[in-house]
């Protein structure tokens, strides 16, 4: 017996110690300039952006180049554009101490610890220091930004998101595009009783859904009401959220959302507007080379525009301030900056902006004019020129706002809302309950 | 007794697997143990806090219980296809005279495709728009009242997710049950069929006495598998709509690795473990004591 306990009592020493291994790690956040000699080798980055995307061909090039003038360099890209398995991943290293130099990640409460135990360069500094900073476009910076203000992470492009609807479908139902998110309930029936599918929802993914959550809030109380909300200082209980649970029960019972939308992924949701099935997609202009050239089906093309997100009746946020984020950051991890990582991204992010908006995406800078491609409708530079025309005020997706478990359980709780197998008052009570127990102790 | 270098040997070929299992297995297990009383989210330092993740777990946690009966759920349905449907596959089986073998590979065909590829298969039987296989079957029979979106339904969804787990291995389930039929004595069938028993008693009286203690090990595996399942439901669901088809696994998997909460994950973990060695125990105890009387 009392080896049997002296074992137990050894394995829990080990253990101990191997999880004692994940603290710590940091190097010095703050100096953006480390001296030294420029040593070329390998560096990696664990991004998750899609593969074939404007940002990886960009960056590769970039590298390309770069290894020519310093042989012996090279940017190992490792992608995982799912996003939850990247987190799963990059959090995985994370406590392992692992992370290479430079990682991609949001401005999550986990980002946020990093951050604070000096884990990741101060994107801030770093880009002030390279000359860079004021470059870049303000909405494209504070996407990035932690509630504090500070920044760690580099943005890599510029998205607005948009109501794609089909001109003929809402014709045909004989409904007008909505003016106030109030609208869109009955619109939705009309929608129904003509046998046409009210929005195409990619409600797999769950993120998709939760920006209808963050929309009437951003609405009728501004972008203040997640950061209150998500610490535990604001309550869905009061009139802000009340209303927009109450919404989302409306779109619900006016079957918004195609029949079984919580199983229908990505390829499929698309594939319901494109095929001119649904009438309406919420999608940023990431899409705008499937939506606005001449890839999208013949059939459709001419009949396909966009609306941005209507106000509501007593909005305190303007028709030109909606979702335009910039993309999951880039930070540098602190521990392996050196001269050479200072160098290459000096270089790579003097390149980026004209190389990517080349490639007809938005650039996070304001120093470059996006190209439009020779295949694009009319609407491609509609889209491209509506970044010129932004508000202050962004609204913030939630997925990036919540701490993870309230955000699973948002993400759960919202499905069977808006599939009306629960009520807006029990939706309430639950939400509330998850973000008190878990909100404040995860934003402290 | 066996000569000192024989010992010696035996020992030489035991402990090396002993002790991978040791470190592969055993080890995560205590790991997992002594996690479960901290509060860890894998970057900052370790806060003991004693019972109190299982306290949480067992008194103030919804979604635990609610895991742990879709669990319970998940487990019936697929030792229902496996151990049932194997059985009686594998006793019809017996009395084909030809083709055997290949009824036996067509079984066995969807144990050997990978897990991926069996939920996009579901995802696309299930599918209600566009209209899937199974909607679009119901439809041609005219039961197309009954078509729904069978994953988003929180009525149909745990059962849509284990069938696909309960399908896929039940022609592992026929084979090894097919084995142990074939191998009872046709001589003692046939006297009890000349005493004039009827296929029902004779399956009773000889063929299940005779295929027990392989009973009991399918028994035991299919359970464990079935305690353990994780990949089909994460796949097609994730474990919704909702918590509808959420089981312990997923939660655990979630709780560490989204929650990034790996105090908690771990006392869920240890929990899971306790539930298979439970059953396990509970499957010796109960059909033992069938086989003693």
Same mark, same amino acid.
């Given at each position: 017996?009392?080896?049997?306990?002296?074992?137990?009592?050894?394995?829990?020493?080990?253990?101990?110690?191997?999880?004692?291994?994940?603290?710590?790690?940091?190097?010095?956040?703050?100096?953006?300039?480390?001296?030294?000699?420029?040593?070329?080798?390998?560096?990696?980055?664990?991004?998750?952006?899609?593969?074939?995307?404007?940002?990886?061909?960009?960056?590769?090039?970039?590298?390309?180049?770069?290894?020519?003038?310093?042989?012996?360099?090279?940017?190992?890209?490792?992608?995982?554009?799912?996003?939850?398995?990247?987190?799963?991943?990059?959090?995985?290293?994370?406590?392992?101490?692992?992370?290479?130099?430079?990682?991609?990640?949001?401005?999550?409460?986990?980002?946020?610890?990093?951050?604070?135990?000096?884990?990741?360069?101060?994107?801030?500094?770093?880009?002030?220091?390279?000359?860079?900073?004021?470059?870049?476009?303000?909405?494209?910076?504070?996407?990035?930004?932690?509630?504090?203000?500070?920044?760690?992470?580099?943005?890599?492009?510029?998205?607005?998101?948009?109501?794609?609807?089909?001109?003929?479908?809402?014709?045909?139902?004989?409904?007008?595009?909505?003016?106030?998110?109030?609208?869109?309930?009955?619109?939705?029936?009309?929608?129904?009783?003509?046998?046409?599918?009210?929005?195409?929802?990619?409600?797999?993914?769950?993120?998709?859904?939760?920006?209808?959550?963050?929309?009437?809030?951003?609405?009728?109380?501004?972008?203040?009401?997640?950061?209150?909300?998500?610490?535990?200082?604001?309550?869905?209980?009061?009139?802000?959220?009340?209303?927009?649970?109450?919404?989302?029960?409306?779109?619900?019972?006016?079957?918004?959302?195609?029949?079984?939308?919580?199983?229908?992924?990505?390829?499929?949701?698309?594939?319901?507007?494109?095929?001119?099935?649904?009438?309406?997609?919420?999608?940023?202009?990431?899409?705008?080379?499937?939506?606005?050239?001449?890839?999208?089906?013949?059939?459709?093309?001419?009949?396909?525009?966009?609306?941005?997100?209507?106000?509501?009746?007593?909005?305190?946020?303007?028709?030109?301030?909606?979702?335009?984020?910039?993309?999951?950051?880039?930070?540098?991890?602190?521990?392996?900056?050196?001269?050479?990582?200072?160098?290459?991204?000096?270089?790579?992010?003097?390149?980026?902006?004209?190389?990517?908006?080349?490639?007809?995406?938005?650039?996070?800078?304001?120093?470059?004019?996006?190209?439009?491609?020779?295949?694009?409708?009319?609407?491609?530079?509609?889209?491209?020129?509506?970044?010129?025309?932004?508000?202050?005020?962004?609204?913030?997706?939630?997925?990036?706002?919540?701490?993870?478990?309230?955000?699973?359980?948002?993400?759960?709780?919202?499905?069977?809302?808006?599939?009306?197998?629960?009520?807006?008052?029990?939706?309430?009570?639950?939400?509330?309950?998850?973000?008190?127990?878990?909100?404040?102790?995860?934003?402290? | 007794?066996?000569?000192?270098?024989?010992?010696?040997?035996?020992?030489?070929?035991?402990?090396?697997?002993?002790?991978?299992?040791?470190?592969?297995?055993?080890?995560?297990?205590?790991?997992?143990?002594?996690?479960?009383?901290?509060?860890?989210?894998?970057?900052?330092?370790?806060?003991?806090?004693?019972?109190?993740?299982?306290?949480?777990?067992?008194?103030?946690?919804?979604?635990?219980?609610?895991?742990?009966?879709?669990?319970?759920?998940?487990?019936?349905?697929?030792?229902?296809?496996?151990?049932?449907?194997?059985?009686?596959?594998?006793?019809?089986?017996?009395?084909?005279?030809?083709?055997?073998?290949?009824?036996?590979?067509? @079984?066995?065909? +969807?144990?050997? &495709?990978? %897990? #991926?590829?069996? !939920?996009?298969?579901? *995802?696309?039987?299930?599918?209600?728009? $566009?209209?899937?296989?199974?909607?679009?079957?119901?439809?041609?029979?005219?039961?197309?009242?009954?078509?729904?979106?069978?994953?988003?339904?929180?009525?149909?969804?745990?059962?849509?997710?284990?069938?696909?787990?309960?399908?896929?291995?039940?022609?592992?389930?026929?084979?090894?049950?097919?084995?142990?039929?074939?191998?009872?004595?046709?001589?003692?069938?046939?006297?009890?069929?000349?005493?004039?028993?009827?296929?029902?008693?004779?399956?009773?009286?000889?063929?299940?006495? @005779?295929?027990? +203690?392989?009973? &009991?090990? %399918? #028994?035991?595996? !299919?359970?464990?598998? *079935?305690?353990?399942?994780?990949?089909? $439901?994460?796949?097609?669901?994730?474990?919704?709509?909702?918590?509808?088809?959420?089981?312990?696994?997923?939660?655990?998997?979630?709780?560490?690795?989204?929650?990034?909460?790996?105090?908690?994950?771990?006392?869920?973990?240890?929990?899971?473990?306790?539930?298979?060695?439970?059953?396990?125990?509970?499957?010796?105890?109960?059909?033992?004591?069938?086989?003693?009387?």
């Amino acid at each position: 017996m009392k080896k049997l306990l002296g074992t137990i009592a050894a394995t829990a020493a080990v253990a101990l110690a191997l999880a004692g291994c994940s603290g710590g790690g940091g190097g010095n956040a703050g100096n953006v300039n480390p001296s030294g000699e420029i040593k070329p080798r390998q560096i990696s980055w664990l991004l998750s952006r899609p593969a074939d995307g404007g940002v990886i061909t960009t960056m590769k090039q970039i590298a390309a180049d770069y290894a020519k003038k310093h042989p012996g360099f090279s940017l190992n890209l490792i992608t995982t554009p799912d996003r939850p398995s990247y987190i799963q991943k990059y959090e995985t290293l994370a406590a392992a101490n692992k992370l290479p130099e430079l990682f991609d990640t949001d401005a999550t409460p986990f980002a946020a610890k990093l951050a604070k135990q000096g884990r990741m360069i101060d994107a801030e500094k770093l880009l002030k220091s390279l000359g860079l900073y004021d470059d870049y476009r303000p909405a494209a910076l504070n996407y990035q930004r932690f509630d504090d203000g500070s920044l760690y992470m580099v943005p890599f492009e510029f998205q607005l998101e948009f109501f794609w609807y089909n001109k003929a479908l809402l014709e045909k139902a004989g409904v007008a595009v909505p003016t106030s998110l109030d609208d869109i309930p009955a619109m939705c029936t009309a929608l129904r009783k003509a046998g046409i599918t009210p929005i195409a929802l990619d409600g797999q993914d769950q993120w998709p859904l939760e920006r209808y959550m963050a929309y009437h809030p951003f609405r009728t109380a501004g972008p203040d009401y997640i950061t209150k909300l998500k610490k535990g200082d604001a309550k869905l209980s009061d009139s802000t959220g009340t209303a927009a649970a109450d919404w989302l029960n409306q779109l619900g019972q006016a079957k918004c959302f195609e029949d079984g939308f919580s199983s229908t992924g990505y390829s499929d949701a698309q594939g319901l507007f494109t095929s001119g099935k649904a009438a309406m997609y919420n999608i940023g202009t990431w899409e705008l080379g499937s939506l606005a050239t001449d890839k999208l089906d013949p059939s459709v093309r001419s009949d396909v525009d966009y609306f941005t997100l209507p106000t509501t009746k007593d909005s305190v946020t303007a028709a030109n301030e909606y979702v335009s984020p910039s993309g999951i950051g880039m930070a540098v991890n602190a521990k392996t900056f050196d001269p050479l990582v200072r160098d290459f991204l000096k270089y790579a992010l003097t390149e980026y902006p004209k190389r990517y908006a080349a490639t007809g995406a938005l650039s996070p800078t304001s120093n470059v004019e996006t190209t439009i491609p020779d295949n694009a409708t009319p609407l491609y530079k509609k889209a491209v020129d509506q970044a010129n025309d932004l508000g202050d005020k962004i609204a913030m997706p939630w997925d990036t706002q919540l701490d993870p478990t309230s955000n699973t359980r948002l993400q759960q709780e919202l499905t069977l809302l808006v599939q009306g197998n629960i009520k807006p008052e029990e939706f309430i009570s639950t939400m509330d309950q998850t973000i008190q127990q878990n909100g404040p102790k995860a934003f402290k | 007794m066996l000569p000192s270098r024989s010992r010696l040997s035996v020992l030489v070929f035991l402990i090396p697997p002993l002790a991978l299992y040791c470190i592969a297995v055993l080890f995560p297990i205590l790991q997992s143990l002594f996690l479960s009383f901290f509060e860890w989210d894998g970057i900052s330092d370790l806060q003991f806090v004693g019972v109190e993740n299982y306290v949480h777990m067992f008194t103030g946690d919804t979604v635990f219980w609610r895991a742990f009966f879709n669990a319970l759920g998940y487990l019936f349905i697929c030792l229902v296809l496996q151990l049932g449907g194997g059985l009686v596959v594998a006793s019809l089986l017996t009395s084909l005279r030809r083709g055997r073998e290949f009824v036996k590979t067509l @079984y066995l065909l +969807p144990a050997v &495709i990978s %897990t #991926v590829a069996i !939920a996009f298969l579901f *995802a696309r039987i299930y599918s209600s728009d $566009p209209v899937g296989l199974l909607n679009q079957v119901l439809q041609w029979v005219g039961l197309g009242d009954l078509a729904r979106p069978w994953l988003s339904d929180v009525n149909t969804v745990l059962a849509a997710v284990s069938i696909p787990e309960g399908w896929r291995f039940t022609g592992l389930y026929v084979l090894i049950i097919y084995a142990a039929l074939i191998a009872v004595p046709a001589e003692l069938e046939e006297a009890a069929r000349l005493d004039g028993a009827n296929a029902w008693r004779i399956f009773t009286k000889i063929r299940f006495p @005779y295929i027990r +203690p392989v009973w &009991i090990t %399918t #028994v035991i595996m !299919a359970t464990t598998y *079935a305690l353990r399942g994780f990949d089909i $439901p994460y796949l097609l669901t994730n474990g919704g709509p909702g918590q509808s088809s959420e089981l312990l696994t997923t939660y655990m998997y979630k709780t560490a690795f989204t929650s990034t909460n790996y105090g908690y994950a771990s006392s869920i973990s240890v929990f899971i473990v306790v539930e298979c060695l439970v059953a396990v125990g509970l499957i010796f105890v109960l059909l033992r004591r069938k086989a003693d009387a």
